[in-house]
């Protein structure tokens, strides 16, 4: 414990420059500012009470929180468009073989593409070839994560895959199971909350009874919450999957205790790989941020950026594991012998 305290500073982000990191810590204020007030606030606004609309003040509040998150979305799209030109040239430096380069080419087309609509006008053909390449790109990078320890990683590019087929279906009709494909990638983003947490926890029974012992607290409260609530429950019962809806993208068919979990889940293992200097930290929180229905440029970029992040950020801590294990055995060896 206090060596790996001395040996990662507290707050550093391993095998990220000064400046990207920096970037990085400014990307998250950025985005969360614009999921909490161009997501939510804004679209709250038909929701306010028409008294409350003759009150000056809430209307000038309203306005003025409207506008930061405006600005915040200018803001977070050009900072993830930035993070990730600098995520590629990191990356060239760092890898020479074909396959990166491949990546590399899949990145720097997905940012080129999805620029073009905003120089261009609008054209389905675009949108097609960019969801093709977002595709391609979210493959990519889930099998260098893999390569490098981030088992979890697989939850996030099944979680997309099922999103984008749910897409290809709305316009290709003869593709069956549109809508079971985007529930099946909502049941994956709770499975890698589960996931997330089990990569980064350590070994013993702790590991597992955290996860159970929020998921019966979490059905414990909503259970006395739906029972003591009474009309009220019935009135506010759809709100969250609103919200959820405008925020994340996330429809809460499943019970909402298990996505209460797996947003604690998230947390934990956020909280962890941060202490531990690792980049995956941000990566998960933009991929939360960015949210599962993709459907702004933005988004994608800030989704690809992440599953970036979570692809690098497992070497060190694979390493050091892989490391420690070959050392054990090394060390048997030779005892035996």
Avoid at 71 to 81: D, M, P
Avoid at 120 to 134: C, G, M, N
Avoid at 216 to 223: C, K, P, Q, R, Y
Wanted: one cysteine or more; charged letters at 10%.
């Amino acid at each position: 414990m206090g060596g790996r305290s001395k040996g990662v500073k507290r707050g550093a982000i391993q095998g990220v420059i000064p400046v990207s990191r920096l970037l990085l810590n400014a990307l998250l204020v950025a985005a969360l500012l614009e999921l909490l007030l161009n997501r939510i606030v804004t679209r709250l606004g038909m929701h306010i009470p028409a008294e409350a609309l003759s009150n000056p003040a809430v209307v000038a509040a309203y306005s003025v929180l409207s506008m930061i998150g405006l600005i915040a979305f200018n803001v977070a799209s050009v900072l993830a468009a930035v993070l990730l030109l600098v995520l590629i040239v990191q990356w060239r430096r760092e890898e020479q073989n074909t396959r990166s380069s491949l990546g590399l080419v899949l990145i720097a087309g997905l940012l080129a593409i999805g620029l073009l609509p905003v120089l261009l006008s609008v054209d389905p053909r675009i949108d097609r070839a960019f969801e093709i390449i977002t595709l391609l790109t979210m493959g990519f990078l889930m099998v260098v994560g893999l390569c490098r320890g981030r088992s979890f990683i697989v939850a996030w590019g099944a979680l997309f895959f099922c999103y984008y087929y749910y897409r290809f279906a709305q316009v290709l009709e003869f593709l069956p199971g549109g809508m079971e494909a985007f529930r099946l990638g909502e049941a994956f983003w709770v499975l890698g909350g589960l996931l997330a947490y089990h990569a980064v926890s350590g070994e013993g029974r702790k590991r597992s009874v955290l996860p159970l012992f929020l998921l019966a607290g979490t059905t414990a409260g909503w259970l006395a919450f739906t029972v003591l609530g009474g009309a009220t429950v019935a009135r506010l019962e759809s709100t969250p999957a609103i919200l959820a809806i405008w925020s994340l993208g996330l429809t809460l068919y499943l019970p909402l205790p298990l996505y209460l979990t797996a947003a604690v889940l998230y947390a934990v293992a956020m909280a962890r790989l941060y202490r531990e200097g690792s980049p995956a930290a941000h990566g998960i929180a933009f991929l939360l941020i960015a949210g599962y229905t993709l459907l702004l440029t933005y988004q994608v970029i800030l989704a690809v950026l992440g599953m970036a992040l979570l692809a690098r950020g497992g070497a060190a801590r694979v390493r050091e594991k892989t490391g420690a294990g070959v050392s054990k055995w090394a060390s048997m060896a030779v005892n035996a012998r």
